[in-house]
């Protein structure tokens, strides 16, 4: 759902660990999901996304795993780097009169070095 | 990539007036963009779908009337913030859907800072 009113939690994590970012969504008819990566005082830059049909996919040092039992997605970053410290967001696509996207709740990734 | 830009991306301005922020597809039209408003530390909230050559669509909450949407050609959406006031200041951010790219593909902007004073 819309993630309203909320701070955003923080995950810290060492440099060159793995990082593990997760997000609960609320609509069962989304049918696509995507990450975004947000630095400061910009835009939200596209990272990785899934269908609905899939439960994995992925890229370069990124993973999303898609749970719809639970309706939980998550995004696997490997090697975390400072360059990868950023707000990060789930969204999904709605499908109602049109196709819009929503974002969800955010959580802002701190590199230890 | 697609390229998204608003302008301008930072605007200070007193609390009565209006402020109109632009939204443009460089590469690429698009019939439907869309604008959210962000606060700090907060997510992005959608407000509204932009239709080129129809009415916005609003989503609930969002007052139409202040919000005016203008998306009067393939790449150019407008948003006018009317009667701006301080609750007002937050970080707007547009995107657009890029139709080559499927139904969910959408780039988004860099986003314009609103402080309203």
């Known amino acids: 759902g819309e993630n309203v009113g909320l701070h955003l939690p923080t995950l810290s994590v060492q440099e060159g660990d793995n990082s593990i970012i997760n997000c609960a969504y609320s609509?069962?008819?989304?049918?696509?999901f995507i990450w975004y990566k947000q630095e400061s005082g910009k835009g939200p830059q596209f990272i990785i996304d899934?269908?609905?049909?899939?439960d994995k996919r992925q890229g370069q040092r990124v993973t999303v795993l898609l749970n719809k039992t639970v309706k939980h997605l998550s995004l696997q970053i490997a090697a975390t780097q400072p360059g990868d410290s950023a707000v990060y967001f789930c969204a999904e696509n709605i499908w109602s009169s049109a196709s819009k996207i929503i974002f969800g709740s955010g959580t802002r990734l701190s590199i230890r070095p | 990539g697609a390229v998204v830009s608003q302008h301008p991306s930072r605007v200070i301005c007193k609390s009565g007036t209006s402020v109109k922020i632009e939204c443009r597809s460089l590469?690429?039209?698009?019939?439907?963009m869309f604008w959210y408003r962000q606060f700090p530390k907060q997510s992005l909230m959608l407000m509204a779908t932009?239709?080129?050559?129809?009415?916005?669509?609003?989503e609930q909450g969002v007052e139409k009337d202040k919000f005016l949407i203008n998306h009067a050609s393939l790449t150019l959406s407008t948003l006018t913030v009317t009667s701006a006031h301080p609750e007002d200041s937050s970080f707007y951010i547009c995107?657009?859907?890029?139709?080559?790219?499927?139904?969910?593909?959408?780039?988004f902007g860099p986003g314009t800072r609103l402080l309203v004073l």
């Open positions: 995107s657009a859907r890029d139709p080559a790219g499927g139904r969910e593909t959408q780039y």
């Open positions: 932009s239709n080129e050559g129809s009415k916005a669509t609003y």
């Open positions: 899934i269908r609905s049909n899939m």
């Open positions: 609509n069962s008819a989304s049918d696509y």
């Open positions: 590469d690429f039209q698009a019939t439907t």
